[in-house]
C-alpha cells in the first residue's frame, strides 16, 4: 500500500463513503482516480483500477461521483 501524507480534516472524511469514485494529485503532478474501499479515521484506502491499492489522507481527495 502506498501513502500520502497531508494534514487531517475530519469534515472532509465524513462526507466520503466506500464506493465513491475520488482523485488526488501526485507530487509529480500526475492525477490518480480510484474508488473508495474503506474509510479510516485519518485516512481513505483507495483502490485504483487495475493499479495498486493506495492510503490516502482525505485532504488529498476530491470526489467525483457517488458510489461508483
Do not use: A, C, H, Y
Amino acid at each position: 500500500i502506498d501513502s500520502g501524507s497531508i494534514k487531517f480534516d475530519d469534515t472532509e472524511i465524513s462526507t466520503l463513503r466506500v464506493g465513491d469514485i475520488v482523485s488526488w494529485m501526485r507530487r509529480d503532478g500526475s492525477t490518480i482516480t480510484g474508488s473508495v474501499k474503506k474509510v479510516n479515521q485519518k485516512t481513505v484506502i483507495v483502490n485504483e483500477r487495475n493499479g495498486p491499492i493506495w492510503k490516502v489522507s482525505s485532504s488529498m481527495l476530491t470526489p467525483l461521483s457517488i458510489g461508483g
